[in-house]
Protein backbone atom coordinates (compact mmCIF):
# COMPACT_ATOMS: atom_id res chain seq x y z
CA UNK A 1 0.00 0.00 0.00
CA UNK A 2 0.89 3.02 -1.02
CA UNK A 3 1.65 5.91 1.89
CA UNK A 4 1.31 9.56 0.90
CA UNK A 5 3.19 12.18 3.40
CA UNK A 6 0.94 14.76 3.91
CA UNK A 7 2.96 18.51 4.89
CA UNK A 8 1.33 21.00 7.50
CA UNK A 9 0.05 23.67 4.79
CA UNK A 10 1.38 26.39 7.85
CA UNK A 11 4.52 25.48 8.49
CA UNK A 12 5.46 22.70 5.49
CA UNK A 13 6.17 20.00 8.63
CA UNK A 14 4.93 16.01 8.60
CA UNK A 15 1.66 16.65 9.50
CA UNK A 16 -0.13 13.42 10.81
CA UNK A 17 -3.99 12.23 11.10
CA UNK A 18 -5.53 11.07 14.15
CA UNK A 19 -7.86 8.44 14.73
CA UNK A 20 -9.28 9.91 17.78
CA UNK A 21 -10.68 13.35 16.26
CA UNK A 22 -10.41 12.25 12.65
CA UNK A 23 -7.93 15.63 11.79
CA UNK A 24 -5.03 16.34 10.95
CA UNK A 25 -2.68 18.08 13.56
CA UNK A 26 0.72 18.96 13.19
CA UNK A 27 3.06 18.70 16.27
CA UNK A 28 5.25 21.74 15.27
CA UNK A 29 3.24 24.62 15.07
CA UNK A 30 0.04 22.70 16.34
CA UNK A 31 -2.21 23.42 13.32
CA UNK A 32 -5.46 21.21 12.82
CA UNK A 33 -7.18 20.49 9.67
CA UNK A 34 -10.44 18.42 8.82
CA UNK A 35 -9.92 16.34 6.04
CA UNK A 36 -12.18 18.40 3.36
CA UNK A 37 -9.83 21.20 4.50
CA UNK A 38 -6.96 19.93 3.72
CA UNK A 39 -8.37 19.21 0.38
CA UNK A 40 -9.79 22.84 -0.24
CA UNK A 41 -6.05 23.97 1.17
CA UNK A 42 -4.13 21.85 -1.46
CA UNK A 43 -6.34 22.76 -4.44
CA UNK A 44 -5.44 26.56 -3.49
CA UNK A 45 -1.99 26.25 -3.12
CA UNK A 46 -1.50 24.36 -6.43
CA UNK A 47 -3.75 27.13 -8.21
CA UNK A 48 -1.09 29.86 -6.41
CA UNK A 49 1.94 27.58 -7.75
CA UNK A 50 0.30 27.57 -11.38
CA UNK A 51 0.72 31.27 -11.52
CA UNK A 52 4.16 31.72 -9.73
CA UNK A 53 7.08 32.12 -12.08
CA UNK A 54 9.93 29.67 -11.74
CA UNK A 55 12.46 30.85 -9.40
CA UNK A 56 16.39 30.21 -10.30
CA UNK A 57 18.01 27.82 -7.82
CA UNK A 58 20.59 29.76 -5.66
CA UNK A 59 23.98 28.67 -5.26
CA UNK A 60 24.74 28.43 -2.08
CA UNK A 61 29.10 27.91 -2.71
CA UNK A 62 29.46 31.67 -2.04
CA UNK A 63 27.64 31.96 1.48
CA UNK A 64 29.32 29.32 2.89
CA UNK A 65 32.82 29.98 1.66
CA UNK A 66 32.52 33.78 2.28
CA UNK A 67 30.94 33.81 5.76
CA UNK A 68 32.02 33.15 9.54
CA UNK A 69 30.23 32.52 12.22
CA UNK A 70 31.06 33.83 15.70
CA UNK A 71 29.91 32.26 19.10
CA UNK A 72 29.21 33.84 22.47
CA UNK A 73 30.11 31.52 25.02
CA UNK A 74 28.24 33.50 27.35
CA UNK A 75 24.75 33.93 26.00
CA UNK A 76 25.25 31.48 23.30
CA UNK A 77 24.44 34.32 20.10
CA UNK A 78 25.48 32.97 17.00
CA UNK A 79 26.75 35.59 15.03
CA UNK A 80 27.25 35.64 11.19
CA UNK A 81 30.29 38.12 9.48
CA UNK A 82 31.32 38.39 5.92
CA UNK A 83 35.36 37.41 5.91
CA UNK A 84 35.99 40.78 5.89
CA UNK A 85 34.20 42.00 9.12
CA UNK A 86 35.71 40.64 12.15
CA UNK A 87 33.26 40.13 15.11
CA UNK A 88 35.23 40.47 18.44
CA UNK A 89 32.11 41.08 20.80
CA UNK A 90 29.01 39.92 21.43
CA UNK A 91 26.21 42.30 19.75
CA UNK A 92 24.06 41.08 23.06
CA UNK A 93 25.75 40.37 26.14
CA UNK A 94 29.15 42.17 24.80
CA UNK A 95 31.52 39.48 25.89
CA UNK A 96 34.25 38.47 23.63
CA UNK A 97 33.30 36.17 20.63
CA UNK A 98 35.25 33.16 19.27
CA UNK A 99 35.40 32.50 15.72
CA UNK A 100 33.30 28.97 15.01
CA UNK A 101 33.64 28.45 11.22
CA UNK A 102 31.85 28.89 8.26
CA UNK A 103 28.23 29.48 8.42
CA UNK A 104 26.44 26.31 6.13
CA UNK A 105 24.56 27.22 3.21
CA UNK A 106 20.92 26.27 4.78
CA UNK A 107 21.37 29.85 6.45
CA UNK A 108 21.85 32.14 3.45
CA UNK A 109 19.15 34.40 3.59
CA UNK A 110 16.97 34.72 0.32
CA UNK A 111 16.42 38.27 0.72
CA UNK A 112 17.82 41.45 2.47
CA UNK A 113 16.58 44.85 3.14
CA UNK A 114 19.82 46.98 3.04
CA UNK A 115 20.38 49.77 5.71
CA UNK A 116 19.37 52.95 5.07
CA UNK A 117 20.83 54.68 8.27
CA UNK A 118 24.51 54.69 8.41
CA UNK A 119 26.03 54.45 12.07
CA UNK A 120 26.62 58.41 12.68
CA UNK A 121 23.04 59.01 11.78
CA UNK A 122 22.09 55.77 14.34
CA UNK A 123 23.90 57.35 17.24
CA UNK A 124 22.44 60.89 16.63
CA UNK A 125 19.25 59.35 16.59
CA UNK A 126 20.35 57.94 20.40
CA UNK A 127 22.01 61.05 21.69
CA UNK A 128 18.83 63.20 20.79
CA UNK A 129 16.63 60.35 22.69
CA UNK A 130 19.33 60.33 25.37
CA UNK A 131 18.32 63.79 26.02
CA UNK A 132 14.96 63.05 26.36
CA UNK A 133 15.14 61.13 29.15
CA UNK A 134 16.17 62.68 32.01
CA UNK A 135 17.18 59.74 34.38
CA UNK A 136 19.80 57.87 32.51
CA UNK A 137 22.87 56.32 34.29
CA UNK A 138 25.61 58.64 33.73
CA UNK A 139 27.71 56.07 31.70
CA UNK A 140 24.50 55.44 29.60
CA UNK A 141 25.81 56.75 26.22
CA UNK A 142 29.46 57.38 26.80
CA UNK A 143 32.16 56.49 23.94
CA UNK A 144 32.40 52.52 25.11
CA UNK A 145 28.99 52.85 25.24
CA UNK A 146 28.86 53.93 21.92
CA UNK A 147 30.82 51.17 20.05
CA UNK A 148 28.34 48.87 21.32
CA UNK A 149 25.85 50.16 19.11
CA UNK A 150 25.54 47.12 16.39
CA UNK A 151 24.40 47.26 12.96
CA UNK A 152 22.68 44.30 13.15
CA UNK A 153 20.63 42.30 10.28
CA UNK A 154 18.18 40.31 12.20
CA UNK A 155 16.92 37.06 11.07
CA UNK A 156 12.73 37.49 9.89
CA UNK A 157 10.68 35.23 8.70
CA UNK A 158 8.34 37.57 6.26
CA UNK A 159 5.03 35.42 6.07
CA UNK A 160 1.94 35.81 3.53
CA UNK A 161 -1.27 34.36 5.28
CA UNK A 162 -4.35 33.08 4.16
CA UNK A 163 -7.17 33.28 6.84
CA UNK A 164 -10.76 32.02 6.88
CA UNK A 165 -12.96 33.97 9.11
CA UNK A 166 -16.56 33.13 10.38
CA UNK A 167 -18.23 35.33 12.36
CA UNK A 168 -22.07 36.00 13.41
CA UNK A 169 -23.18 38.65 16.18
CA UNK A 170 -26.19 40.67 17.19
CA UNK A 171 -26.12 44.08 15.87
CA UNK A 172 -28.34 46.56 17.98
CA UNK A 173 -29.52 50.22 16.60
CA UNK A 174 -31.51 52.05 19.62
CA UNK A 175 -33.98 55.25 18.72
CA UNK A 176 -35.30 57.17 21.53
CA UNK A 177 -37.88 60.19 20.74
CA UNK A 178 -40.31 62.42 22.86
CA UNK A 179 -44.24 62.23 22.12
CA UNK A 180 -46.19 64.25 24.05
CA UNK A 181 -45.75 63.12 27.81
CA UNK A 182 -43.98 59.92 26.65
CA UNK A 183 -40.83 58.90 25.97
CA UNK A 184 -40.03 56.31 22.93
CA UNK A 185 -37.50 53.25 22.78
CA UNK A 186 -37.18 51.77 20.09
CA UNK A 187 -34.60 48.66 19.46
CA UNK A 188 -34.03 47.28 16.27
CA UNK A 189 -31.84 43.76 16.79
CA UNK A 190 -29.86 42.36 13.53
CA UNK A 191 -28.35 39.19 13.00
CA UNK A 192 -25.25 39.95 11.32
CA UNK A 193 -23.35 36.70 9.63
CA UNK A 194 -20.02 37.79 8.18
CA UNK A 195 -17.46 35.10 6.13
CA UNK A 196 -14.34 36.35 5.00
CA UNK A 197 -11.25 35.11 3.17
CA UNK A 198 -8.13 37.65 4.63
CA UNK A 199 -5.28 37.56 2.99
CA UNK A 200 -2.73 38.90 4.82
CA UNK A 201 1.00 40.02 2.84
CA UNK A 202 4.29 40.31 4.74
CA UNK A 203 3.73 39.66 8.62
CA UNK A 204 7.21 39.76 9.68
CA UNK A 205 8.41 37.95 12.89
CA UNK A 206 12.38 37.34 13.91
CA UNK A 207 13.89 33.84 14.63
CA UNK A 208 16.37 35.36 17.02
CA UNK A 209 15.70 34.11 20.71
CA UNK A 210 17.89 36.64 21.99
CA UNK A 211 16.02 39.52 20.53
CA UNK A 212 12.77 40.34 22.55
CA UNK A 213 10.03 40.21 20.16
CA UNK A 214 7.80 43.13 21.29
CA UNK A 215 11.05 45.52 20.46
CA UNK A 216 10.73 43.83 17.04
CA UNK A 217 7.37 44.39 16.49
CA UNK A 218 7.98 48.19 17.96
CA UNK A 219 10.41 48.86 15.61
CA UNK A 220 7.94 48.07 12.32
CA UNK A 221 7.06 49.05 9.78
CA UNK A 222 9.70 47.88 7.32
CA UNK A 223 8.96 48.69 3.45
CA UNK A 224 9.63 45.63 1.52
CA UNK A 225 9.53 47.49 -1.64
CA UNK A 226 13.58 48.07 -1.28
CA UNK A 227 14.09 44.23 -0.33
CA UNK A 228 16.84 42.60 -2.41
CA UNK A 229 18.17 39.58 -3.05
CA UNK A 230 20.52 38.77 -0.97
CA UNK A 231 23.79 39.17 -2.15
CA UNK A 232 27.18 38.82 -0.35
CA UNK A 233 28.03 42.97 -0.29
CA UNK A 234 25.21 43.56 2.06
CA UNK A 235 26.99 41.83 4.58
CA UNK A 236 30.28 43.86 4.64
CA UNK A 237 30.47 46.16 7.67
CA UNK A 238 27.22 44.73 9.55
CA UNK A 239 26.61 41.89 11.80
CA UNK A 240 23.93 38.72 11.00
CA UNK A 241 22.28 37.02 13.59
CA UNK A 242 22.08 33.17 12.75
CA UNK A 243 18.87 32.29 13.24
CA UNK A 244 17.76 29.94 15.98
CA UNK A 245 13.91 29.50 15.82
CA UNK A 246 12.61 28.10 12.56
CA UNK A 247 9.50 28.69 10.81
CA UNK A 248 7.48 26.08 12.68
CA UNK A 249 8.82 27.22 15.99
CA UNK A 250 7.86 30.89 15.28
CA UNK A 251 4.58 30.05 13.37
CA UNK A 252 2.15 30.48 16.97
CA UNK A 253 3.25 33.77 16.81
CA UNK A 254 2.00 34.76 13.28
CA UNK A 255 -1.17 32.79 13.64
CA UNK A 256 -1.55 35.21 16.87
CA UNK A 257 -0.85 38.43 14.84
CA UNK A 258 -3.09 37.08 12.07
CA UNK A 259 -6.01 35.95 13.85
CA UNK A 260 -5.98 39.80 15.79
CA UNK A 261 -5.64 41.53 12.36
CA UNK A 262 -8.71 39.41 10.59
CA UNK A 263 -10.87 39.48 13.98
CA UNK A 264 -10.58 43.80 13.44
CA UNK A 265 -11.14 43.95 9.89
CA UNK A 266 -14.73 41.89 10.07
CA UNK A 267 -15.49 43.39 13.03
CA UNK A 268 -14.74 46.78 11.03
CA UNK A 269 -17.12 45.71 8.54
CA UNK A 270 -19.92 45.44 10.86
CA UNK A 271 -20.92 48.92 10.83
CA UNK A 272 -24.49 50.92 10.78
CA UNK A 273 -25.27 49.40 14.52
CA UNK A 274 -25.11 51.26 17.38
CA UNK A 275 -23.79 47.99 19.30
CA UNK A 276 -22.55 45.02 18.31
CA UNK A 277 -21.91 41.59 20.80
CA UNK A 278 -20.00 38.96 18.59
CA UNK A 279 -21.98 35.37 19.21
CA UNK A 280 -19.48 33.42 17.40
CA UNK A 281 -15.91 33.32 16.34
CA UNK A 282 -14.45 31.16 14.06
CA UNK A 283 -10.84 32.32 12.81
CA UNK A 284 -8.05 30.07 11.40
CA UNK A 285 -4.68 30.28 9.48
CA UNK A 286 -5.41 28.09 6.24
CA UNK A 287 -1.85 28.00 5.02
CA UNK A 288 0.80 30.44 4.82
CA UNK A 289 3.73 31.15 2.25
CA UNK A 290 7.18 32.81 3.96
CA UNK A 291 10.58 34.43 2.65
CA UNK A 292 13.62 34.36 5.11
CA UNK A 293 15.16 37.54 4.82
CA UNK A 294 17.60 40.07 7.24
CA UNK A 295 16.30 43.30 8.38
CA UNK A 296 18.20 46.02 9.33
CA UNK A 297 18.18 47.25 12.79
CA UNK A 298 20.72 49.19 14.60
CA UNK A 299 21.11 47.80 17.95
CA UNK A 300 22.24 48.25 21.76
CA UNK A 301 22.16 46.71 24.59
CA UNK A 302 22.59 48.05 28.16
CA UNK A 303 23.29 46.14 31.26
CA UNK A 304 21.94 47.92 34.93
CA UNK A 305 21.49 45.95 37.45
CA UNK A 306 20.79 42.34 36.97
CA UNK A 307 18.59 43.65 33.86
CA UNK A 308 19.61 44.45 30.20
CA UNK A 309 17.82 46.80 28.21
CA UNK A 310 17.77 46.40 24.80
CA UNK A 311 17.10 49.19 22.10
CA UNK A 312 16.69 49.60 18.59
CA UNK A 313 16.40 51.92 15.59
CA UNK A 314 14.88 50.78 12.32
CA UNK A 315 18.24 50.70 9.71
CA UNK A 316 15.49 51.61 7.09
CA UNK A 317 13.12 54.73 9.01
CA UNK A 318 15.13 55.22 11.91
CA UNK A 319 11.77 54.51 14.13
CA UNK A 320 13.57 54.52 17.39
CA UNK A 321 12.70 52.10 20.69
CA UNK A 322 13.50 51.51 24.10
CA UNK A 323 12.99 51.77 27.65
CA UNK A 324 15.21 53.69 29.46
CA UNK A 325 16.81 52.36 32.81
CA UNK A 326 16.35 54.85 35.21
CA UNK A 327 18.88 55.52 37.38
CA UNK A 328 18.42 55.01 41.21
CA UNK A 329 21.23 57.69 42.42
CA UNK A 330 19.28 60.23 39.69
CA UNK A 331 15.94 59.49 40.34
CA UNK A 332 16.39 59.98 44.14
CA UNK A 333 18.56 63.14 43.07
CA UNK A 334 15.93 64.90 41.44
CA UNK A 335 13.25 63.59 44.35
CA UNK A 336 15.27 65.43 47.24
CA UNK A 337 15.35 68.79 45.20
CA UNK A 338 11.70 68.76 44.65
CA UNK A 339 11.06 67.87 48.02
CA UNK A 340 13.64 71.09 48.74
CA UNK A 341 11.70 73.53 46.61
CA UNK A 342 8.55 71.88 48.40
CA UNK A 343 9.59 73.21 51.68
CA UNK A 344 10.52 76.45 50.58
CA UNK A 345 7.40 76.74 49.32
CA UNK A 346 5.62 76.02 52.35
CA UNK A 347 8.06 78.36 53.74
CA UNK A 348 7.39 81.07 52.47
CA UNK A 349 3.68 80.68 52.18
CA UNK A 350 4.10 80.66 55.87
CA UNK A 351 5.93 83.77 55.94
CA UNK A 352 2.69 85.51 53.82
CA UNK A 353 0.36 83.68 56.05
CA UNK A 354 2.23 85.60 59.11
ZN1 LIG B 1 2.54 22.87 11.25
ZN1 LIG C 1 26.54 37.05 24.12
Known amino acids: MESVAFKCPNCNADIKFSAADQKFNCEYCGSSFTEQEMKEIAASIEAQAANRPEEAVQTDSEFEEQTNIYHCDSCGAEIMADENTAATFCYYCHNPVVLAGRVSGEFRPKYVLPFQIDRKTAIGHFQDWCKKHWFLPKDFLNAGQQ ?9 FWVTDVNVNAEMDALGKNVRTWTSGSYQYTETKEFAVARKANVVLKGLPADGASHIDDDLMEAVEPFDYQAVKPFAMQYLSGFMAEKYDQDFS ?3 PRI ?10 LVRASMTHYSSISVTRSDIKVMNTT ?49 GLIAALITLVVGVIVK
Open 255 to 264: QKRAVQASDQ
Open 290 to 338: WDYMLLPVWFMTYKYGDKIYEFALNGQTAKFVGTPPLSKGRVAAFCTAI
Open 249 to 251: AMF
Open 147 to 155: EKIVGLYVP
